[in-house]
Protein backbone atom coordinates (compact mmCIF):
# COMPACT_ATOMS: atom_id res chain seq x y z
CA UNK A 1 0.00 0.00 0.00
CA UNK A 2 2.67 2.87 -1.49
CA UNK A 3 0.36 4.25 -3.81
CA UNK A 4 -1.66 7.16 -2.74
CA UNK A 5 -5.23 5.79 -4.37
CA UNK A 6 -4.57 2.54 -2.59
CA UNK A 7 -4.32 4.26 0.98
CA UNK A 8 -6.87 6.50 0.61
CA UNK A 9 -9.58 3.53 -0.46
CA UNK A 10 -8.14 1.71 2.53
CA UNK A 11 -8.57 4.56 5.06
CA UNK A 12 -12.30 5.24 3.57
CA UNK A 13 -13.00 1.76 3.92
CA UNK A 14 -11.97 1.76 7.65
CA UNK A 15 -13.88 5.07 7.93
CA UNK A 16 -17.29 3.14 7.00
CA UNK A 17 -16.72 0.41 8.84
CA UNK A 18 -16.28 2.55 12.45
CA UNK A 19 -19.21 4.85 11.40
CA UNK A 20 -21.63 1.33 10.45
CA UNK A 21 -20.03 0.32 14.29
CA UNK A 22 -20.81 3.84 15.67
CA UNK A 23 -24.37 4.13 13.79
CA UNK A 24 -25.40 0.49 15.16
CA UNK A 25 -23.91 1.23 18.69
CA UNK A 26 -25.45 4.59 19.07
CA UNK A 27 -28.74 2.73 18.09
CA UNK A 28 -28.75 0.45 20.97
CA UNK A 29 -27.64 3.19 23.25
CA UNK A 30 -30.34 5.29 22.20
CA UNK A 31 -32.89 1.90 22.67
CA UNK A 32 -31.51 0.69 25.72
CA UNK A 33 -32.00 4.43 27.20
CA UNK A 34 -35.61 4.07 26.32
CA UNK A 35 -36.25 1.13 27.93
CA UNK A 36 -34.98 2.53 30.88
CA UNK A 37 -37.21 5.55 31.02
CA UNK A 38 -39.97 2.94 30.06
CA UNK A 39 -39.19 0.87 33.34
CA UNK A 40 -38.78 2.24 36.54
CA UNK A 41 -37.34 -0.43 39.22
CA UNK A 42 -38.42 0.76 42.15
CA UNK A 43 -42.34 1.16 40.57
CA UNK A 44 -42.41 -2.64 39.78
CA UNK A 45 -46.15 -3.71 39.73
CA UNK A 46 -45.71 -6.95 40.54
CA UNK A 47 -43.86 -6.01 43.23
CA UNK A 48 -46.20 -3.52 44.29
CA UNK A 49 -48.90 -6.01 44.06
CA UNK A 50 -46.85 -9.13 45.98
CA UNK A 51 -46.43 -6.38 48.99
CA UNK A 52 -50.17 -5.63 48.95
CA UNK A 53 -51.18 -9.47 48.78
CA UNK A 54 -48.25 -9.57 52.17
CA UNK A 55 -50.32 -6.70 53.90
CA UNK A 56 -53.03 -9.02 54.04
CA UNK A 57 -51.31 -12.08 54.84
CA UNK A 58 -48.43 -11.01 56.88
CA UNK A 59 -47.13 -14.21 58.49
CA UNK A 60 -46.68 -15.67 54.88
CA UNK A 61 -43.32 -16.61 54.61
CA UNK A 62 -43.20 -18.17 51.51
CA UNK A 63 -44.67 -14.77 49.74
CA UNK A 64 -41.92 -12.86 51.52
CA UNK A 65 -39.02 -15.60 49.90
CA UNK A 66 -40.86 -14.69 46.67
CA UNK A 67 -40.36 -10.52 47.50
CA UNK A 68 -37.14 -11.19 48.83
CA UNK A 69 -36.15 -13.36 45.04
CA UNK A 70 -38.28 -10.55 42.50
CA UNK A 71 -36.18 -7.91 44.30
CA UNK A 72 -33.15 -9.98 43.72
CA UNK A 73 -33.65 -10.47 40.65
CA UNK A 74 -34.48 -6.69 39.82
CA UNK A 75 -31.27 -5.41 41.10
CA UNK A 76 -29.59 -8.00 38.75
CA UNK A 77 -31.38 -6.50 36.08
CA UNK A 78 -30.22 -3.25 37.17
CA UNK A 79 -26.71 -3.56 37.22
CA UNK A 80 -26.70 -5.25 34.12
CA UNK A 81 -28.56 -2.47 32.52
CA UNK A 82 -26.61 0.36 33.69
CA UNK A 83 -22.84 -2.03 32.51
CA UNK A 84 -24.87 -2.24 29.10
CA UNK A 85 -24.69 2.02 29.18
CA UNK A 86 -21.67 1.93 30.81
CA UNK A 87 -19.32 -0.53 28.36
CA UNK A 88 -21.58 1.18 25.40
CA UNK A 89 -20.41 5.05 26.25
CA UNK A 90 -16.79 3.44 26.09
CA UNK A 91 -17.44 1.32 22.64
CA UNK A 92 -19.15 4.38 20.90
CA UNK A 93 -16.60 6.36 22.16
CA UNK A 94 -13.57 4.20 20.51
CA UNK A 95 -15.66 3.93 17.49
CA UNK A 96 -16.07 7.75 16.83
CA UNK A 97 -12.54 8.31 17.35
CA UNK A 98 -11.29 5.65 14.78
CA UNK A 99 -13.88 7.34 12.66
CA UNK A 100 -12.81 10.79 12.74
CA UNK A 101 -9.31 9.92 12.97
CA UNK A 102 -9.84 8.15 9.48
CA UNK A 103 -11.63 11.45 8.41
CA UNK A 104 -8.81 13.29 9.08
CA UNK A 105 -6.52 11.17 7.50
CA UNK A 106 -9.01 10.59 3.60
CA UNK A 107 -8.92 14.27 3.74
CA UNK A 108 -5.37 15.27 4.26
CA UNK A 109 -4.51 11.90 1.55
CA UNK A 110 -7.72 13.97 -1.06
CA UNK A 111 -5.37 17.37 -0.28
CA UNK A 112 -2.25 16.03 -1.37
CA UNK A 113 -3.65 14.67 -4.78
CA UNK A 114 -3.49 16.73 -7.05
CA UNK A 115 -5.71 15.34 -9.72
CA UNK A 116 -8.71 13.92 -8.70
CA UNK A 117 -8.32 9.79 -7.93
CA UNK A 118 -11.46 8.22 -9.68
CA UNK A 119 -12.14 5.79 -7.06
CA UNK A 120 -14.55 4.01 -9.44
CA UNK A 121 -18.05 5.13 -10.38
CA UNK A 122 -19.55 1.87 -9.38
CA UNK A 123 -17.75 1.69 -6.03
CA UNK A 124 -20.56 1.78 -3.20
CA UNK A 125 -18.34 3.36 -0.70
CA UNK A 126 -16.99 6.18 -3.23
CA UNK A 127 -20.84 7.18 -3.48
CA UNK A 128 -21.72 6.86 0.12
CA UNK A 129 -19.25 9.14 1.19
CA UNK A 130 -19.52 11.57 -0.78
CA UNK A 131 -22.68 12.39 0.95
CA UNK A 132 -21.46 14.82 3.82
CA UNK A 133 -24.76 14.43 5.52
CA UNK A 134 -22.98 10.75 6.59
CA UNK A 135 -20.78 12.35 8.61
CA UNK A 136 -23.30 15.09 9.97
CA UNK A 137 -25.86 12.16 10.80
CA UNK A 138 -22.96 10.31 12.78
CA UNK A 139 -21.59 12.95 14.96
CA UNK A 140 -25.20 13.80 15.90
CA UNK A 141 -26.22 10.29 16.41
CA UNK A 142 -22.75 9.72 18.69
CA UNK A 143 -23.27 13.01 20.53
CA UNK A 144 -27.65 11.87 20.90
CA UNK A 145 -26.20 8.49 22.33
CA UNK A 146 -23.95 9.48 24.40
CA UNK A 147 -26.70 12.12 25.72
CA UNK A 148 -29.01 9.22 26.41
CA UNK A 149 -26.79 7.26 28.33
CA UNK A 150 -25.61 10.66 30.61
CA UNK A 151 -29.29 10.69 31.46
CA UNK A 152 -30.17 7.04 32.12
CA UNK A 153 -31.14 7.64 35.62
CA UNK A 154 -29.41 5.88 38.52
CA UNK A 155 -32.76 5.11 40.80
CA UNK A 156 -31.30 3.72 43.30
CA UNK A 157 -29.57 7.29 44.04
CA UNK A 158 -32.92 8.69 43.67
CA UNK A 159 -33.96 6.60 46.37
CA UNK A 160 -31.44 7.73 48.63
CA UNK A 161 -31.75 10.51 50.80
CA UNK A 162 -34.18 12.45 52.76
CA UNK A 163 -31.60 15.02 52.81
CA UNK A 164 -33.28 16.04 56.38
CA UNK A 165 -36.17 17.51 54.44
CA UNK A 166 -39.23 16.54 51.88
CA UNK A 167 -36.63 16.18 48.79
CA UNK A 168 -38.05 12.41 48.40
CA UNK A 169 -41.43 12.74 47.78
CA UNK A 170 -41.29 12.50 44.51
CA UNK A 171 -38.83 9.80 44.80
CA UNK A 172 -40.11 5.86 44.60
CA UNK A 173 -40.16 3.57 47.50
CA UNK A 174 -40.60 -0.49 47.69
CA UNK A 175 -41.36 -1.62 51.07
CA UNK A 176 -39.54 -4.45 52.20
CA UNK A 177 -41.24 -6.55 54.49
CA UNK A 178 -39.55 -8.23 57.62
CA UNK A 179 -36.09 -8.52 55.62
CA UNK A 180 -32.97 -8.16 57.06
CA UNK A 181 -30.58 -5.31 57.19
CA UNK A 182 -27.08 -5.21 55.16
CA UNK A 183 -25.25 -5.49 58.62
CA UNK A 184 -23.37 -8.34 58.83
CA UNK A 185 -19.92 -8.74 58.50
CA UNK A 186 -17.95 -11.16 59.75
CA UNK A 187 -14.14 -12.79 59.71
CA UNK A 188 -11.98 -14.95 61.91
CA UNK A 189 -8.99 -16.84 61.77
CA UNK A 190 -5.92 -16.69 63.06
CA UNK A 191 -5.20 -15.09 66.78
CA UNK A 192 -3.43 -11.76 66.80
CA UNK A 193 -0.13 -11.97 68.44
CA UNK A 194 3.07 -9.90 69.92
CA UNK A 195 0.84 -8.35 72.48
CA UNK A 196 1.21 -9.26 76.07
CA UNK A 197 -1.79 -10.43 78.51
CA UNK A 198 -1.38 -7.12 80.44
CA UNK A 199 -2.99 -3.77 78.93
CA UNK A 200 -0.68 -1.27 77.76
CA UNK A 201 -1.01 2.08 78.80
CA UNK A 202 -3.74 3.44 81.01
CA UNK A 203 -6.65 3.67 78.18
CA UNK A 204 -5.51 2.16 75.19
CA UNK A 205 -7.11 -1.06 73.95
CA UNK A 206 -4.79 -3.67 73.55
CA UNK A 207 -4.84 -7.03 71.48
CA UNK A 208 -5.12 -8.85 74.74
CA UNK A 209 -7.77 -6.75 76.18
CA UNK A 210 -10.17 -7.27 72.81
CA UNK A 211 -9.26 -11.01 72.98
CA UNK A 212 -10.64 -12.02 76.37
CA UNK A 213 -13.80 -9.87 75.49
CA UNK A 214 -16.79 -9.54 72.58
CA UNK A 215 -16.55 -5.95 72.30
CA UNK A 216 -17.32 -5.58 68.42
CA UNK A 217 -19.67 -7.08 65.74
CA UNK A 218 -19.07 -10.46 65.12
CA UNK A 219 -16.92 -10.63 68.19
CA UNK A 220 -13.13 -10.02 68.75
CA UNK A 221 -11.31 -8.29 65.59
CA UNK A 222 -14.58 -8.30 63.62
CA UNK A 223 -13.33 -12.11 62.47
CA UNK A 224 -16.11 -14.16 63.66
CA UNK A 225 -14.15 -16.55 66.07
CA UNK A 226 -14.49 -16.33 69.69
CA UNK A 227 -11.87 -17.69 72.49
CA UNK A 228 -14.84 -18.28 75.46
CA UNK A 229 -15.62 -21.11 76.84
CA UNK A 230 -18.71 -23.72 77.76
CA UNK A 231 -20.82 -22.38 75.56
CA UNK A 232 -24.53 -24.25 75.57
CA UNK A 233 -25.82 -25.84 72.44
CA UNK A 234 -29.24 -26.35 73.67
CA UNK A 235 -32.13 -23.49 74.51
CA UNK A 236 -35.85 -23.02 73.36
CA UNK A 237 -36.90 -19.32 73.40
CA UNK A 238 -40.49 -19.65 73.32
CA UNK A 239 -40.68 -22.11 76.41
CA UNK A 240 -37.90 -20.52 78.12
CA UNK A 241 -35.49 -23.46 78.08
CA UNK A 242 -32.19 -22.34 79.08
CA UNK A 243 -32.99 -18.87 78.89
CA UNK A 244 -31.49 -16.71 81.90
CA UNK A 245 -33.57 -13.34 80.93
CA UNK A 246 -35.21 -12.17 78.32
CA UNK A 247 -35.92 -8.30 77.83
CA UNK A 248 -37.85 -6.11 75.23
CA UNK A 249 -35.34 -3.99 73.38
CA UNK A 250 -37.40 -0.23 73.33
CA UNK A 251 -36.21 0.89 70.04
CA UNK A 252 -35.42 -1.48 66.97
CA UNK A 253 -32.16 -1.61 65.17
CA UNK A 254 -30.33 -4.51 63.09
CA UNK A 255 -27.00 -3.78 64.80
CA UNK A 256 -26.08 -6.91 66.77
CA UNK A 257 -24.94 -7.05 70.65
CA UNK A 258 -21.84 -6.31 72.06
CA UNK A 259 -20.16 -7.53 75.24
CA UNK A 260 -17.25 -6.02 77.69
CA UNK A 261 -17.35 -7.32 80.82
CA UNK A 262 -20.70 -7.53 82.60
CA UNK A 263 -21.99 -5.56 80.90
CA UNK A 264 -24.23 -5.56 77.63
CA UNK A 265 -24.28 -2.93 74.66
CA UNK A 266 -26.63 -2.38 71.89
CA UNK A 267 -28.46 0.61 69.86
CA UNK A 268 -32.15 1.59 68.82
CA UNK A 269 -33.21 4.22 66.80
CA UNK A 270 -36.46 5.46 64.88
CA UNK A 271 -37.44 8.92 63.34
CA UNK A 272 -37.97 10.48 67.04
CA UNK A 273 -34.55 9.26 68.39
CA UNK A 274 -31.46 7.67 69.13
CA UNK A 275 -30.33 5.64 71.87
CA UNK A 276 -27.53 3.65 73.46
CA UNK A 277 -28.60 0.52 75.87
CA UNK A 278 -26.43 -0.66 78.47
CA UNK A 279 -27.85 -4.15 79.81
CA UNK A 280 -26.62 -5.95 82.93
CA UNK A 281 -25.16 -9.15 82.16
CA UNK A 282 -26.95 -11.24 85.13
CA UNK A 283 -30.34 -9.57 84.98
CA UNK A 284 -30.82 -7.78 81.73
CA UNK A 285 -32.01 -4.71 83.41
CA UNK A 286 -31.43 -1.43 81.87
CA UNK A 287 -28.53 -0.31 83.27
CA UNK A 288 -28.42 3.22 81.71
CA UNK A 289 -29.29 4.52 78.33
CA UNK A 290 -28.10 7.73 76.42
CA UNK A 291 -29.69 9.61 73.28
CA UNK A 292 -27.63 10.89 71.14
CA UNK A 293 -28.95 13.99 70.77
CA UNK A 294 -27.71 18.08 70.55
CA UNK A 295 -25.02 17.15 67.89
CA UNK A 296 -23.86 20.33 65.86
CA UNK A 297 -24.67 18.98 62.05
CA UNK A 298 -27.45 16.27 62.99
CA UNK A 299 -30.17 16.39 59.88
CA UNK A 300 -32.95 17.83 61.29
CA UNK A 301 -35.13 14.59 60.51
CA UNK A 302 -34.19 11.18 60.06
CA UNK A 303 -32.46 9.98 56.41
CA UNK A 304 -34.87 7.59 53.85
CA UNK A 305 -33.90 4.13 54.56
CA UNK A 306 -35.46 0.90 53.90
CA UNK A 307 -37.16 -1.36 56.14
CA UNK A 308 -34.57 -4.10 55.87
CA UNK A 309 -31.10 -1.75 57.23
CA UNK A 310 -33.45 0.58 59.30
CA UNK A 311 -31.88 3.84 61.39
CA UNK A 312 -29.50 1.64 63.27
CA UNK A 313 -27.72 -1.02 61.46
CA UNK A 314 -24.18 -0.34 62.62
CA UNK A 315 -22.92 -2.64 65.49
CA UNK A 316 -21.32 -0.52 68.81
CA UNK A 317 -17.92 -0.98 69.83
CA UNK A 318 -16.74 -0.36 72.91
CA UNK A 319 -12.69 -0.08 74.34
CA UNK A 320 -13.55 -0.60 77.66
CA UNK A 321 -12.84 3.31 78.23
CA UNK A 322 -15.18 4.21 76.19
CA UNK A 323 -18.31 2.82 74.02
CA UNK A 324 -18.61 4.43 70.29
CA UNK A 325 -22.25 4.07 68.33
CA UNK A 326 -23.05 5.41 64.58
CA UNK A 327 -26.37 6.00 63.41
CA UNK A 328 -27.63 6.28 60.03
CA UNK A 329 -28.33 10.08 59.70
CA UNK A 330 -24.14 9.88 60.22
CA UNK A 331 -24.26 10.69 64.27
CA UNK A 332 -21.40 9.53 65.82
CA UNK A 333 -21.33 9.56 69.87
CA UNK A 334 -19.10 8.70 72.35
CA UNK A 335 -19.75 7.85 75.68
CA UNK A 336 -17.94 6.42 78.78
CA UNK A 337 -19.01 2.92 80.57
CA UNK A 338 -21.52 4.65 82.97
CA UNK A 339 -23.41 6.32 79.64
CA UNK A 340 -21.62 10.10 80.72
CA UNK A 341 -21.55 11.69 76.98
CA UNK A 342 -18.00 12.68 76.11
CA UNK A 343 -17.82 14.08 72.66
CA UNK A 344 -20.20 13.68 69.65
CA UNK A 345 -20.25 14.64 65.83
CA UNK A 346 -21.86 14.26 62.43
CA UNK A 347 -19.44 12.93 59.67
CA UNK A 348 -22.69 14.26 57.18
CA UNK A 349 -25.40 12.92 56.28
CA UNK A 350 -24.32 9.22 54.45
CA UNK A 351 -25.58 9.08 50.33
CA UNK A 352 -27.03 5.40 50.90
CA UNK A 353 -29.82 3.86 49.15
CA UNK A 354 -30.25 1.23 51.71
CA UNK A 355 -29.09 3.00 54.88
CA UNK A 356 -25.42 3.22 56.28
CA UNK A 357 -24.71 0.03 57.88
CA UNK A 358 -21.01 -0.42 58.49
CA UNK A 359 -19.99 -0.94 62.16
CA UNK A 360 -17.44 0.39 64.01
CA UNK A 361 -14.51 -0.76 65.40
CA UNK A 362 -11.25 0.35 68.01
CA UNK A 363 -8.04 -0.61 68.90
CA UNK A 364 -5.49 1.42 70.91
CA UNK A 365 -7.09 5.00 71.31
CA UNK A 366 -8.65 4.49 67.62
CA UNK A 367 -12.35 4.53 66.99
CA UNK A 368 -12.78 3.35 63.13
CA UNK A 369 -15.08 4.06 60.54
CA UNK A 370 -16.15 2.89 57.54
CA UNK A 371 -17.98 5.08 55.29
CA UNK A 372 -18.72 4.38 51.66
CA UNK A 373 -21.10 6.24 50.41
CA UNK A 374 -22.35 6.62 47.17
CA UNK A 375 -19.97 9.79 46.80
CA UNK A 376 -17.02 7.83 47.25
CA UNK A 377 -14.94 5.91 50.36
CA UNK A 378 -13.79 6.93 53.07
CA UNK A 379 -11.46 5.19 56.06
CA UNK A 380 -11.47 7.73 59.14
CA UNK A 381 -9.49 7.18 62.45
CA UNK A 382 -10.66 9.27 65.30
CA UNK A 383 -8.94 9.76 68.82
CA UNK A 384 -11.07 8.00 71.56
CA UNK A 385 -10.96 10.83 74.25
CA UNK A 386 -11.88 13.43 71.76
CA UNK A 387 -13.34 12.60 68.88
CA UNK A 388 -10.76 14.41 66.58
CA UNK A 389 -9.52 13.19 63.51
CA UNK A 390 -6.54 11.35 63.62
CA UNK A 391 -6.58 10.82 59.83
CA UNK A 392 -9.42 10.56 56.82
CA UNK A 393 -8.48 8.52 53.92
CA UNK A 394 -9.90 8.81 50.65
CA UNK A 395 -10.70 5.70 48.74
CA UNK A 396 -11.21 5.19 45.21
CA UNK A 397 -14.03 2.49 45.90
CA UNK A 398 -18.10 2.19 45.33
CA UNK A 399 -20.68 2.47 48.19
CA UNK A 400 -20.87 -0.41 50.57
CA UNK A 401 -22.17 -1.85 53.95
CA UNK A 402 -19.43 -3.76 54.88
CA UNK A 403 -17.58 -3.45 58.07
CA UNK A 404 -13.18 -3.17 58.41
CA UNK A 405 -11.49 -6.20 60.27
CA UNK A 406 -8.02 -5.92 62.42
CA UNK A 407 -5.90 -8.44 60.83
CA UNK A 408 -2.13 -8.91 62.37
CA UNK A 409 0.80 -8.27 60.01
CA UNK A 410 4.37 -8.57 59.86
CA UNK A 411 4.33 -4.51 60.19
CA UNK A 412 1.43 -4.28 62.79
CA UNK A 413 -2.26 -4.42 63.27
CA UNK A 414 -4.21 -3.54 59.34
CA UNK A 415 -7.61 -2.67 58.67
CA UNK A 416 -9.31 -4.99 56.09
CA UNK A 417 -11.79 -3.87 54.11
CA UNK A 418 -14.30 -4.41 51.76
CA UNK A 419 -15.70 -3.01 49.24
CA UNK A 420 -16.82 -2.78 45.04
CA UNK A 421 -14.15 -3.45 43.57
CA UNK A 422 -11.27 -3.89 46.41
CA UNK A 423 -10.63 -5.78 49.39
CA UNK A 424 -8.24 -3.58 50.89
CA UNK A 425 -5.90 -3.56 53.91
CA UNK A 426 -4.86 -0.18 55.45
CA UNK A 427 -2.12 0.93 57.96
CA UNK A 428 -3.88 1.40 61.52
CA UNK A 429 -1.58 4.29 62.55
CA UNK A 430 -1.65 6.64 59.50
CA UNK A 431 -4.17 5.31 56.98
CA UNK A 432 -1.94 4.62 54.17
CA UNK A 433 -3.00 1.56 51.99
CA UNK A 434 -0.71 -1.54 52.20
CA UNK A 435 -2.10 -3.74 49.64
CA UNK A 436 -5.13 -4.13 47.74
CA UNK A 437 -6.92 -6.41 44.99
CA UNK A 438 -9.49 -5.55 42.78
CA UNK A 439 -12.23 -8.85 42.55
CA UNK A 440 -15.74 -7.50 43.84
CA UNK A 441 -18.38 -6.01 42.28
CA UNK A 442 -22.39 -5.18 43.01
CA UNK A 443 -23.47 -4.57 46.64
CA UNK A 444 -20.93 -5.27 49.09
CA UNK A 445 -22.73 -6.06 52.47
CA UNK A 446 -20.00 -9.18 53.87
CA UNK A 447 -17.09 -8.11 55.29
CA UNK A 448 -13.70 -10.32 54.54
CA UNK A 449 -12.18 -12.80 57.31
CA UNK A 450 -9.04 -14.23 57.59
CA UNK A 451 -6.92 -17.29 58.97
CA UNK A 452 -4.02 -19.16 57.86
CA UNK A 453 -1.84 -16.36 56.22
CA UNK A 454 -4.88 -15.77 54.01
CA UNK A 455 -7.88 -13.05 53.81
CA UNK A 456 -11.06 -14.55 52.06
CA UNK A 457 -13.98 -12.05 50.63
CA UNK A 458 -17.39 -13.01 49.11
CA UNK A 459 -20.56 -11.14 47.58
CA UNK A 460 -23.59 -12.25 45.77
CA UNK A 461 -23.58 -11.88 42.25
CA UNK A 462 -19.82 -11.32 42.45
CA UNK A 463 -17.42 -14.24 43.37
CA UNK A 464 -15.87 -16.27 46.20
CA UNK A 465 -12.06 -15.03 46.32
CA UNK A 466 -8.60 -16.33 48.42
CA UNK A 467 -6.05 -13.50 48.88
CA UNK A 468 -2.75 -13.80 49.45
CA UNK A 469 -1.24 -10.73 51.08
CA UNK A 470 1.30 -8.79 49.97
CA UNK A 471 3.17 -6.28 47.89
CA UNK A 472 1.38 -6.94 45.45
CA UNK A 473 -1.49 -9.09 47.45
CA UNK A 474 -2.86 -11.57 44.51
CA UNK A 475 -5.96 -14.29 44.07
CA UNK A 476 -4.99 -17.53 44.88
CA UNK A 477 -8.16 -18.87 44.11
CA UNK A 478 -12.03 -18.23 43.56
CA UNK A 479 -15.44 -19.67 43.54
CA UNK A 480 -19.20 -18.54 42.14
CA UNK A 481 -21.16 -21.56 43.62
CA UNK A 482 -22.03 -20.14 46.67
CA UNK A 483 -21.56 -16.58 47.58
CA UNK A 484 -23.54 -14.33 50.55
CA UNK A 485 -26.07 -11.50 50.00
CA UNK A 486 -24.83 -10.18 53.72
CA UNK A 487 -24.01 -12.44 56.09
CA UNK A 488 -19.80 -12.88 56.40
CA UNK A 489 -17.49 -15.55 55.61
CA UNK A 490 -15.85 -17.38 58.63
CA UNK A 491 -12.89 -19.22 58.70
CA UNK A 492 -10.95 -22.08 61.28
CA UNK A 493 -8.77 -24.83 60.84
CA UNK A 494 -8.39 -24.22 57.27
CA UNK A 495 -12.21 -24.10 56.93
CA UNK A 496 -14.22 -21.60 55.25
CA UNK A 497 -18.10 -21.78 55.62
CA UNK A 498 -20.35 -19.57 53.49
CA UNK A 499 -23.78 -18.65 54.55
CA UNK A 500 -26.22 -17.29 51.91
CA UNK A 501 -29.15 -15.96 51.79
CA UNK A 502 -31.26 -18.63 50.51
CA UNK A 503 -30.38 -21.17 53.26
CA UNK A 504 -27.34 -22.47 52.04
CA UNK A 505 -24.27 -23.77 54.65
CA UNK A 506 -21.42 -24.53 52.86
CA UNK A 507 -17.60 -25.67 53.87
CA UNK A 508 -14.56 -25.19 51.99
CA UNK A 509 -11.07 -26.13 51.94
CA UNK A 510 -9.46 -22.62 52.49
CA UNK A 511 -6.45 -23.73 51.26
CA UNK A 512 -7.43 -25.17 47.32
CA UNK A 513 -11.27 -23.81 47.33
CA UNK A 514 -12.28 -27.39 47.22
CA UNK A 515 -15.84 -27.89 48.55
CA UNK A 516 -16.12 -30.47 51.54
CA UNK A 517 -19.81 -30.40 51.84
CA UNK A 518 -22.91 -28.33 51.72
CA UNK A 519 -26.39 -28.18 53.38
CA UNK A 520 -30.20 -26.27 52.41
CA UNK A 521 -31.49 -25.55 55.75
CA UNK A 522 -34.03 -23.98 53.94
CA UNK A 523 -34.11 -20.56 55.56
CA UNK A 524 -31.46 -17.82 55.01
CA UNK A 525 -29.18 -16.18 56.64
CA UNK A 526 -28.69 -12.78 57.25
CA UNK A 527 -26.92 -13.15 60.61
CA UNK A 528 -22.81 -13.87 60.31
CA UNK A 529 -21.55 -17.30 61.65
CA UNK A 530 -19.50 -17.33 64.22
CA UNK A 531 -16.97 -20.31 65.20
CA UNK A 532 -16.23 -20.52 69.09
CA UNK A 533 -15.12 -24.11 71.13
CA UNK A 534 -14.62 -25.53 67.52
CA UNK A 535 -18.38 -25.41 66.84
CA UNK A 536 -20.08 -22.78 64.22
CA UNK A 537 -22.87 -21.17 65.23
CA UNK A 538 -25.22 -19.81 62.06
CA UNK A 539 -28.26 -18.02 63.17
CA UNK A 540 -31.13 -18.12 60.58
CA UNK A 541 -33.90 -14.75 59.62
CA UNK A 542 -36.65 -17.57 61.61
CA UNK A 543 -34.55 -17.29 64.63
CA UNK A 544 -33.17 -21.05 64.47
CA UNK A 545 -29.50 -21.40 65.16
CA UNK A 546 -27.60 -23.89 63.19
CA UNK A 547 -24.60 -25.39 65.12
CA UNK A 548 -22.45 -27.52 63.21
CA UNK A 549 -19.01 -28.98 64.06
CA UNK A 550 -15.35 -27.00 62.62
CA UNK A 551 -15.21 -30.64 60.34
CA UNK A 552 -14.32 -31.52 56.99
CA UNK A 553 -17.30 -33.88 57.27
CA UNK A 554 -21.19 -32.71 58.53
CA UNK A 555 -22.25 -32.77 61.44
CA UNK A 556 -25.39 -30.85 62.74
CA UNK A 557 -25.21 -30.78 66.59
CA UNK A 558 -27.88 -28.78 67.27
CA UNK A 559 -30.58 -26.29 66.38
CA UNK A 560 -32.20 -24.54 68.82
CA UNK A 561 -34.64 -21.79 68.06
CA UNK A 562 -35.04 -18.19 69.67
CA UNK A 563 -39.34 -18.42 69.18
CA UNK A 564 -39.05 -14.81 66.84
CA UNK A 565 -36.82 -13.86 63.89
CA UNK A 566 -33.17 -13.10 64.01
CA UNK A 567 -30.66 -10.58 62.23
CA UNK A 568 -28.31 -10.26 64.57
CA UNK A 569 -24.90 -11.64 65.04
CA UNK A 570 -24.36 -13.40 68.13
CA UNK A 571 -22.20 -12.30 71.03
CA UNK A 572 -20.76 -15.01 73.69
CA UNK A 573 -19.04 -14.71 76.93
CA UNK A 574 -18.17 -17.56 79.44
CA UNK A 575 -21.03 -20.03 79.66
CA UNK A 576 -22.94 -17.60 77.66
CA UNK A 577 -24.56 -16.56 74.05
CA UNK A 578 -26.40 -12.88 73.42
CA UNK A 579 -28.67 -13.30 70.89
CA UNK A 580 -31.16 -10.30 69.40
CA UNK A 581 -33.92 -10.91 68.17
CA UNK A 582 -36.42 -8.74 66.19
CA UNK A 583 -38.19 -7.73 69.58
CA UNK A 584 -35.88 -9.02 72.44
CA UNK A 585 -32.39 -10.16 73.93
CA UNK A 586 -31.43 -12.81 75.30
CA UNK A 587 -28.87 -14.29 77.55
CA UNK A 588 -29.12 -18.10 77.08
CA UNK A 589 -26.96 -20.16 79.49
CA UNK A 590 -27.58 -22.97 81.92
CA UNK A 591 -30.14 -21.73 83.93
CA UNK A 592 -29.18 -22.48 87.86
Known amino acids: MTDQPTKLKFVNQVMVVSGIFCIMTALLLVLNFWQIKQTDPLESVALKTLVTKLNAEPNNDELKQEIRNLDLLARKAYFNSHWQVKTGSYLLFFGALVFFISLKISHDLQSKIEKPIDLGKNDPIARLLSQRWITIAISLLFLGALGASYLSNDY ?24 AAATDSTATGDSLKGDSTKSGKAGLLTVADIKIQSNSFRGPFGNGNSWHKQIPTSWDGAKGKNVVWKVKVPKPGFNSPVIWGDKIFLAGADAKSRVVYCFDMATGKIRWQLAANNINGSPASAPKVTDDTGLSASTVVVDGQHVFAIFANGDLIACDMEGKKIWAKNLGLPDNHYGHASSLIALKDKVFIQYDTNKGGRLIALNASTGATVWDTKRANKIAWSSPVLMPSSSGTLLVTTSNPFVAAYNTENGKEV ?23 AQENAKLVAIQPGSPAKVLWEGDEYLPEVSSPVVSNNLLFICTSFGVMACYDAKTGKKNWENEF ?16 AIDMKGKMHIVKVSKEKKIIGEPTLGEKAFATPAFADGKIILRGSQYLYCIGDKK
Open 156 to 179: LKMYSIGEGKEKGKEASSIKQIEV
Open 435 to 457: WSVECLSGEVAPSATYGGGLVFA
Open 522 to 537: GTGFYSSPVVVEGKLY
